[in-house]
Each structure stands twice: as C-alpha cells, then as structure tokens.
C-alpha cells in the first residue's frame, strides 16, 4: 500500500475529503495508470502507485505511454514479486513480470533484495 501518513483519503463519503491526498482506485489498475500520468503530465506533483507485480499487464500501455512520453514523474511500486506470495498460489506468481518491464526505454526497473535495497530504490525513485 502507497499511502501518505497524514495526507488523508480523497473522495466524498466516510473518512474522505477533496483535500485528501491519497487516492483509492480499486482494482482499476488501467485507469491508476492513466491518472498517474495525467498528474505527471501537469508537471507539478510527483505521482506514484502501488499494486500487486502480476497486475501489471493490465496497465502495460499505460507504462508505455509514460516511458515513450519521458515521464519523470510516475513511480509504480509493484508488490508481491515473488515465487513465495502465499495463500494466493500460483496465479499470483510474476514469473515473466520483470523481464517484460526490463524492455521498455527510459524505465528504470529496481528488484531490491531486503530492507537495505528497498530503502536506496525507493530514495531513487523520488
């Protein structure tokens, strides 16, 4: 989950406001993908979004749009990279993921290893 501490949740209805700063798609990965570029577009604010590695096809052009375009603002923090993802089982195993990631121009594709690794990609990407 990306969240910002503090930041409250943007919307209408309970626990929500239009001054919130952290936004809840859903499993809308295609349309996260294509906010978060629009807000990188405006070029004001840095945008970043989180979900599981194995979605990532869905937002796949999405990706492409923003590498092609140079988009320096979007992060995309993929979780649960791993043989290992638990209860799920093995429809949530991103085997093939990053390598499909590795072949887009002008995208930076960090795997980190442990704590250490996860500090230094995520200072790297903000």
């Known amino acids: 989950r990306n969240y910002i501490d503090n930041g409250g949740n943007f919307g209408a209805g309970f626990d929500k406001s239009y001054a919130g700063k952290n936004l809840y798609f859903g499993i809308r990965e295609h349309a996260m993908g294509s906010i978060l570029n ?6 004001i604010f840095k ?11 869905y937002f796949r052009p999405t990706i492409r749009v923003a590498c092609l375009a ?9 979780t649960h990279d791993s043989i290992g993802v638990g209860e799920d089982g ?5 085997v093939e993921t ?16 442990d704590a250490e690794e996860t500090l230094a990609a995520y200072a790297h990407s903000v």
């Open 90 to 94: 093995p429809t949530h195993q991103p």
């Open 47 to 57: 945008a970043s979004g989180s979900t599981f590695a194995v979605f990532v096809d």
């Open 98 to 113: 990053v390598s499909g990631l590795r072949v887009f121009p002008n995208l930076d594709v960090m795997r980190p290893s």
């Open 38 to 43: 629009g807000i990188a577009y405006h070029g």
């Open 70 to 78: 140079e988009l320096n603002g979007v992060s995309w923090v993929l």
